[in-house]
């Protein structure tokens, strides 16, 4: 089975169509499942609600994005992993061995450490932030978006 790790980001751009969802897209039809952090879902409705301010969707958009991302988590192919103890020790770690010039976010962190305890060595993004700590957590950061 293959399985890929998204961040927020990259399911966003499954759902709303905007710069990079055609390449995200396309790698997420090679996946049998998508995974993601459980912040990820928080994140998620961050993305809507943000359009919806921003005057880039309505909010009858929003509902049915958001119904969609709702069916896939039930149908389970999107997977939300829960966060633990040990993925917060993984933080906790990393903060304190993390070069004091790396721009780490709590929000990176809960994925990075997430994909990193249950495995995976690649995630994909395209937020630099994310991608440029993702070595400090052992795994490889991805981006498809040219």
């Known amino acids: 089975m293959r399985r ?3 961040d927020a980001a990259y399911l966003g751009k499954l759902h709303w169509t905007e710069p990079g969802s ?14 993601c952090s459980q912040h990820g879902r928080a994140e998620f409705h961050s993305i809507g609600f943000r359009k919806v301010r921003e005057g880039l969707a309505t909010a009858p958009a929003l509902h049915g994005v958001i119904a969609q991302f709702r069916s896939d ?3 389970q192919a999107i997977l939300l992993l829960p966060l633990t103890d040990s993925i917060l020790d ?3 770690a990393a903060f304190a061995s993390a070069p004091t010039t790396l721009y780490l976010r709590a ?6 450490a997430t994909a990193a305890e249950h495995g995976f ?3 994909y993004s395209n ?3 994310l991608l ?15």
């Open 90 to 92: 993984r933080i906790e």
């Open 73 to 75: 988590l039930a149908n």
């Open 132 to 146: 440029a700590a993702a070595p400090v957590f052992g795994i490889k950061g991805m981006n498809v978006i040219s």
């Open 4 to 6: 890929l790790f998204f």
């Open 127 to 129: 937020d630099r932030h």
């Open 22 to 35: 055609t390449e995200v897209r396309a790698l997420a039809s090679t996946a049998d499942q998508l995974v």
């Open 107 to 112: 929000a990176d962190a809960l994925h990075l």
């Open 121 to 123: 060595t690649e995630i």
